[in-house]
């Protein structure tokens, strides 16, 4: 499975962004996608993931900000964020994994090659 994310760049705190990670290869063997992220300095944490059903999990400091969707017929997942903050800023990776959703990167098997999202003040 080859994951290829699209979206990132620099905006200003209060805009938006959508981030777009298209999938090839085996999908048959995909189930939960998500979006993590990684700050300088920090651990790679979960932002949101879906199934393949549309069930959905995201983390405390981004929900009703971020929106993870997702398109099985064109092996696509999105990720809208409005009302970026500062904090947001981090490098976002795209993954998949056979079964359901998990917190812990380690269970993730497929790995994008990330896209970096630089929010100003």
């Known amino acids: 499975v080859q994951l290829v994310e699209s979206g990132g760049g620099l905006v200003q705190a209060g805009g938006s962004l959508r981030l777009s990670c298209a999938a090839s290869?085996?999908?048959?063997?995909?189930?939960?996608m998500g979006w993590y992220r990684q700050a300088p300095g920090k651990q790679r944490e979960l932002v949101a993931a879906i199934t393949s059903g549309g069930s959905t999990n995201y983390a405390d400091s981004v929900k009703g900000r971020f929106t993870i969707s997702r398109d099985n017929a064109k092996n696509t997942v999105y990720l809208q964020m409005n009302s970026l903050k500062p904090e947001d800023t981090a490098v976002y990776y795209c993954?998949?994994?056979?079964?359901?959703?998990?917190?812990?990167?380690?269970?993730?098997?497929?790995w994008g090659q990330g896209t970096q999202v630089t929010v100003s003040s």
């Open positions: 993954a998949a994994k056979a079964s359901g959703i998990s917190w812990s990167p380690a269970a993730y098997a497929y």
């Open positions: 290869g085996s999908i048959f063997s995909i189930n939960a």
